[in-house]
C-alpha cells in the first residue's frame, strides 16, 4: 500500500514538474507581440525551462512561420495553421498578422536557439552552441550555463563554457562579478575574447574594472603574437614548399641542361588537370569508400603525363635548339599558349574544382589563433620527399650520374660512350614529371585552371637563380627563405608591397653574388 502511495505521488510530481515546463498560451503570446524588449525578457525566462514546443515555437519564430490575431498565436505549416501550446489544427482568420522580428529580435531568438542545444548529445551541436553563446552574452541564462557545466564530460566544450559564463558574467550588474569574469577571460588566448573585452571595455564606467579590462587585453595580446609568428612562419613555409616544388623541375631543366623553358607551368597545369581526371575516374567507376585514394594514385599519374608532355617536346623542338637561349625562350613561350589553349578546348575556360580527400580536410589546432591546414602540412611533407627523391636520383644512380656528367662536360660523356641526346631527353623528361608533381600539389589548394602555371614561373627561375644555377640545396634555401620572407613583409605591408620588396632584395643579392647563395663548383668556377 505505502509503495502503491509513493508511486503514485512521484507520477503526480513528474505530471506537475512536466506542466511546470511546458509552454503556455500566456508565454508564447508575450514572445511575439510588444515591444523587442519585453518580447526578449519573456524570451528569457521561457528558455528557462523550455520543452519540445518551446523549441519547435522558437524555430517557427526565426522562421517567420507565426501569425498573431486578438486572440491566439498561430504557427504555419504547410500553409496550415496550429496552436503553438497544444499543437492542434486551427483556422487562420483573415485578420491574422504576421509576426515581425527585427535584428535585435532574431539576434535573441538565434541565442536562445543556441542555450536550447547545451544539452545536444552530439557534441558538434553542443560546441557550436556554447560559441554562439560568447559571443551573445545574456545574463539570464546563466542558470541554463551552470546546468550544462555540471553535466558537460567534454573537455574541450567545459572550457569553451567556462568562458560563456564568464563572458556572461561580464555584462552583469554586480561589479564584483565584473571583476570575476575579468580575471577568467584574461586567462583566454581566444581572439574572440579579446574582441569581447574591448566591446566591454568602451561600455564600462566603473574605473577598477576598466583597469582589470585593459589588464586582460594586454595580456590576452602578448600571448596572441606568438600565434600571429608561429602563423606567419607556417604559412611561409607552405608558400615556400610550392616555391620548391614548382622550381625543382626547373632546377634539372635550366639549372643543370640550361635551357629556358617558358612552357614550365604548363606542365604544371598538366599535372593538375591530370589529378582532376583521375579524380573523376574514381568518382564515376570506383565505390565511394575509396574515392580518398584518388589522390594517391594521381601522384604518378600526373609525373608520367608531364614528363611525357616534356618528352616530346625535347625530342621534337628543344633539342634542336641547344645553345641558342633566345630562340628556346621563344619558342617554349609559344608552345606554352598552345598548351593552354589545348587544355581550354578539352576542358574549358573555366576552373575546375579538385575535392580534398578526406584525410586532408581540416586542420590541426595548436593555439586559439593557430590552425595549421591539413592539406598545406601535407604539401609540405610531399615536397621533403620529392627533394629527397630527386636527391638520390642525382647523386646516387646512374641516370643521375650521366646527367652530370654531361651537364659538366658533353664531348668527354659521349666519347665514354654515353648517348647524350637520350640523357638529354629523360632529364628534361625527369624535369617535367617533377613540375607535374608540384600540379598535382597546387590542386590541393586552389582551383585548377588553363593559367595555373602563370602564377608561379617567374617565382620559380628567380628560386633558382638566387639558389644558384644547377644547385638543389640553394634551391632549397633559397624556396623557403623567399617564402618565409615574403610571408614576414605581406603581413607588415600587405602583398603587393612585399612582392615588390622581394623582388627588390633578389636584384640587389644578385648584383653583390652573380653565382647565387651556393657557386657551382669545378675548375672553371675556380679559374
Not at 221 to 234: E, K, Y
Amino acid at each position: 500500500m505505502f509503495r502503491l502511495f509513493v508511486t503514485t505521488a512521484l507520477a503526480a510530481l513528474a505530471l506537475a514538474a512536466g506542466s511546470a515546463q511546458a509552454l503556455t498560451a500566456g508565454e508564447a503570446r508575450a514572445i511575439a507581440s510588444g515591444e523587442s524588449e519585453s518580447r526578449i525578457d519573456a524570451l528569457n525566462k521561457a528558455v528557462l525551462t523550455a520543452d519540445e514546443k518551446t523549441r519547435a515555437f522558437l524555430q517557427a519564430l526565426a522562421d517567420d512561420a507565426v501569425k498573431l490575431t486578438d486572440r491566439q498565436v498561430i504557427v504555419i505549416r504547410n500553409d496550415k495553421g496550429y496552436d503553438p501550446v497544444t499543437g492542434a489544427e486551427v483556422k487562420v482568420p483573415g485578420d491574422a498578422e504576421d509576426v515581425v522580428n527585427n535584428n535585435l529580435m532574431r539576434s535573441a531568438i538565434d541565442s536562445a536557439m543556441a542555450a536550447l542545444h547545451l544539452g545536444d548529445p552530439d557534441d558538434k551541436v553542443r560546441a557550436a552552441a556554447v560559441k554562439a553563446l560568447v559571443t551573445s552574452p545574456d545574463e539570464s541564462r546563466l542558470p541554463l550555463l551552470d546546468k550544462a557545466l555540471a553535466a558537460e564530460q567534454n573537455v574541450g566544450i567545459k572550457a569553451q563554457l567556462e568562458l560563456a559564463r564568464a563572458a556572461t558574467l561580464l555584462a552583469s550588474s554586480d561589479k564584483a562579478r565584473r571583476l570575476e569574469a575579468v580575471q577568467a577571460l584574461g586567462q583566454s588566448r581566444n581572439p574572440a575574447t579579446k574582441l569581447l573585452l574591448n566591446e566591454r571595455l568602451a561600455d564600462e564606467t566603473d574605473a577598477d574594472v576598466k583597469a582589470g579590462l585593459q589588464a586582460a587585453i594586454k595580456n590576452i595580446q602578448a600571448s596572441l603574437v606568438w600565434g600571429d609568428r608561429i602563423n606567419a612562419v607556417f604559412s611561409g613555409i607552405s608558400l615556400g614548399s610550392v616555391l620548391l616544388l614548382a622550381a625543382l623541375g626547373l632546377a634539372i631543366t635550366y639549372g643543370l641542361m640550361g635551357v629556358i623553358n617558358m612552357a614550365h607551368g604548363e606542365l604544371m597545369m598538366i599535372g593538375a588537370y591530370a589529378t582532376y581526371v583521375m579524380q573523376g575516374l574514381f568518382q564515376k567507376y570506383l565505390p565511394e569508400s575509396l574515392f580518398d585514394g584518388y589522390l594517391i594514385a594521381a601522384i604518378p599519374v600526373s609525373f608520367l603525363a608531364s614528363a611525357l608532355v616534356g618528352a616530346l617536346l625535347e625530342r621534337g623542338v628543344i633539342r634542336f635548339l641547344y645553345g641558342r637561349p633566345l630562340e628556346t625562350l621563344l619558342a617554349t613561350w609559344g608552345i606554352s599558349l598552345m598548351l593552354q589553349q589545348g587544355v581550354r578546348t578539352i576542358f574549358g575556360a573555366q576552373n575546375v574544382g579538385v575535392e580534398n580527400p578526406a584525410w586532408m580536410s581540416g586542420g590541426f589546432t595548436m593555439l586559439s589563433n593557430v590552425t595549421l591546414p591539413w592539406n598545406r602540412i601535407c604539401i609540405i611533407v610531399f615536397a621533403a620527399l620529392v627533394l629527397l627523391a630527386v636527391a638520390w636520383l642525382i647523386g646516387r644512380t646512374r641516370l643521375g650520374l650521366f646527367v652530370r656528367g654531361v651537364t659538366q662536360n658533353r664531348p668527354i660523356a659521349s666519347c665514354m660512350g654515353v648517348n647524350t641526346a637520350r640523357i638529354d631527353t629523360y632529364a628534361f623528361a625527369l624535369g617535367s614529371g617533377i613540375a607535374g608533381l608540384a600540379g598535382c600539389a597546387l590542386s590541393q589548394i586552389g582551383n585548377v585552371g588553363p593559367d595555373l602555371g602563370q602564377g608561379y614561373i617567374v617565382d620559380s627561375f628567380m628560386v633558382v637563380v638566387l639558389g644558384g644555377v644547377g644547385q638543389l640545396a640553394g634551391t632549397v634555401y633559397a624556396a623557403l627563405g623567399l617564402g618565409i620572407l615574403n610571408k614576414f613583409i605581406e603581413g607588415w605591408a600587405g602583398a603587393v608591397l612585399a612582392k615588390i620588396a622581394v623582388l627588390v632584395f633578389i636584384i640587389i643579392f644578385i648584383q653583390k653574388r652573380p653565382q647565387g647563395i651556393f657557386a657551382a663548383k669545378g675548375r672553371s668556377a675556380e679559374a
